[in-house]
């Protein structure tokens, strides 16, 4: 037989009838932005734009090439700066003031054949000399390291650049891909993600992007690895430092 202390207790956990009900905000959708799409980078751009980026914001595309990742983007809703080596403006020393722009976006060459000092040779033949057009402006020059370690050097000296002109929770958007070269797998998204997050970087989002055709290849013998028909956006936050002198998180 139960104590009257112990109905008490039970009561006390009864909720009244004049006890407000707990309801949950937000309404039930599929319209949200996904981490991976089959489709192209001006498709997908604007979504990330939407989802990271406010409207209003001073944004540096620092490899702008064809300007291919704005064009379903408003362009009245962005104070938007393009600028790439073929205007003479190198991603690893931009003329921008420390701490001075909202968003930065990077998407410089992700091939080390891209690299290659000789123009003709860059993306080597066949099938990948398409890439020249769209991928490089032609006039990229690799005086330090060689084939894969030239492409992550890239990177990240674009990243300590960006860490210096971005302001605090500014945010950076990087395109890139990963490589098999001189038959080794190299999971570049991964290098530049670790690589970030050592200059301050807080990586924030990422997007897997699927080509909408299939891939050839030229002068196939065997295949050892998987072809690549997916690159990367990814997004990251500068984080702000804290008195300690080390960064902090922001959400």
């Given at each position: 037989m139960k104590t009257k202390q112990q109905l008490n207790l039970q009561l006390t956990d009864v909720p009244s009838k004049d006890a407000k009900k707990r309801t949950q905000g937000g309404e039930s959708t599929t319209d949200v932005v996904m981490?991976?799409?089959?489709?192209?980078?001006?498709?997908i751009f604007p979504e990330i734009l939407k989802l990271h980026v406010p409207v209003g914001a001073k944004i540096a595309d620092v490899t702008y090439g064809n300007g291919v990742f704005w064009r379903n983007v408003d362009l009245e809703s962005y104070s938007l700066t393009g600028t790439d080596i073929a205007m003479g403006v190198d991603c690893r020393d931009l003329p921008y003031e420390d701490s001075s722009l909202d968003a930065l976006v990077l998407d410089p060459p992700y091939m080390e054949g891209l690299l290659r000092n000789n123009?003709?040779?860059?993306?080597?033949?066949?099938?990948l000399s398409a890439f020249r057009a769209y991928y490089s402006n032609g006039d990229e020059v690799s005086t330090g390291p060689k084939w894969h370690a030239a492409v992550s050097d890239l990177y990240f000296k674009a990243g300590m650049e960006a860490h210096r002109v971005l302001k605090d929770n500014g945010v950076m958007i990087v395109k890139c891909q990963?490589?098999?070269?001189?038959n080794r797998q190299w999971l570049t998204h991964v290098e530049i993600i670790n690589h970030y997050a050592q200059l301050g970087f807080y990586a924030k989002d990422l997007f897997v992007v699927v080509r909408t055709?299939?891939?050839?290849?030229?002068?196939?013998?065997?295949?050892?690895?998987?072809r690549k028909n997916h690159s990367y956006f990814l997004v990251f936050v500068k984080m702000p430092v804290n008195k300690n002198g080390k960064n902090y998180r922001s959400r």
């Open positions: 981490s991976a799409s089959v489709s192209g980078n001006a498709d123009k003709d040779h860059k993306a080597g033949s066949g099938a990963d490589e098999v070269s001189a055709n299939k891939a050839g290849i030229s002068r196939l013998i065997k295949q050892v690895h998987a």
